[in-house]
């Protein structure tokens, strides 16, 4: 009802500016939101309240957690954060589909860097399940790419329930390579290794889940479930945004560089999950919207 009044204004706004408006309403419309009906998922050794939760993208630098929580999500997905600040890409970085329900972006992991994001969430009630997504800086070269995800670990252990582990935007050139069989078996190694370490520091325990892209073949995802199973990592997110545009390019903005995201990626999200969930001998538990 609020977004069918709010979404002819939203439209008349660049997409990024209507973003962020968007993300000062959500406070307001926490106000209104039914509550959603219980239904407990214990997942990663996780309890969620229900299995509907926000992906990652939306509250990139965890600056509106509580009220994001207040709309009853089952549990919120914060960052890509990066170890350091970067920019990300130059605007326009954001593009509408209409026609095809689907969105284009290339934001490039813009990022508070990891001490302003843990400084954000520290300012939040601690409230529901709490993921955060990590990445590494566009500059940092792909052979040192685990001593960036180590940092993010570190910092964000005290704070998050689960942290995802993001090799699969298309938007930091070389990051994917990091789903190829010997430096993801390489990555998940040492940041197994340092939860071990974490956990033991703090503890309690913090899951770690592998999020992956659409855009692999059915023996990459294979490959990569057997990895994730042999490195001990609790749950895959799949999926990141699209690199493919069969379904959008006869539109405008259609071609334009970046993730696709929304409709039009669906298909192709759901057989990948039917691809893991058959590899791994699990259901789907969970999904993100
Ligand atoms: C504007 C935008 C920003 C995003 N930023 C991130 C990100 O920082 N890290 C990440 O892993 N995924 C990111 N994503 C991908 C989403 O988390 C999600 O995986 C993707 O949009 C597919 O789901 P959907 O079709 O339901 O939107 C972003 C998506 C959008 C639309």
């Known amino acids: 009802m609020l977004y069918a009044l709010a979404r002819p204004l939203l439209f008349a706004l660049d997409p990024e500016t209507a973003h962020h408006v968007a993300m000062r309403l959500a406070g307001v419309a926490g106000l209104f939101a039914a509550r959603p009906p219980a239904c407990p998922v214990r997942v990663m050794g996780l309890d969620f309240p229900n299995p509907v939760g926000l992906a990652a993208g939306l509250d990139k630098q965890a600056e509106h957690v509580d009220a994001l929580a207040a709309l009853g999500f089952g549990f ?59 990445g590494k800086n566009k ?34 050139a070389g990051l994917r390579d990091l789903q190829d069989a010997e430096p993801l078996a390489a990555l998940l190694s040492k940041i197994k290794n340092r939860r071990e370490r974490l956990r033991d520091k703090h503890g309690r325990n913090v899951a770690l889940a592998l ?20 490195e001990r990592m609790d749950g895959i997110i799949a999926t ?50």
Do not use: W
């Open 76 to 134: 919120l997905e914060l960052g890509g954060v990066t170890p350091r600040p970067q920019p990300g890409n130059p605007r326009p970085r954001l593009f509408r589909i209409p026609e095809a329900r689907a969105l284009i972006n290339r934001f490039g992991l813009n990022s508070v860097g990891i001490d302003g994001f843990v400084q954000n969430l520290k300012k939040h009630k601690r409230q529901g399940i709490i993921g955060v997504n990590i």
């Open 139 to 172: 500059d940092t070269p792909n052979d040192k790419a685990a001593d960036d995800y180590l940092q993010c670990l570190e910092a964000l252990y005290p704070h998050a329930d689960y942290v995802s582990l993001n090799v699969s935007s298309p938007n930091t």
């Open 211 to 230: 999020k992956i892209a659409p855009d692999l073949d059915d023996g990459a995802i294979r490959s990569i479930a057997d990895i994730v199973r042999r």
């Open 240 to 289: 990141n945004t699209t690199v493919a545009r069969a379904d959008v390019g006869r539109y405008p903005n259609g071609l334009e560089t970046g993730g696709l995201s929304g409709a039009p990626l669906r298909e192709r999200s759901a057989h990948v999950i039917r691809m893991l969930s058959a590899a791994m001998s699990v259901s789907c538990p969970l999904t993100t919207s």
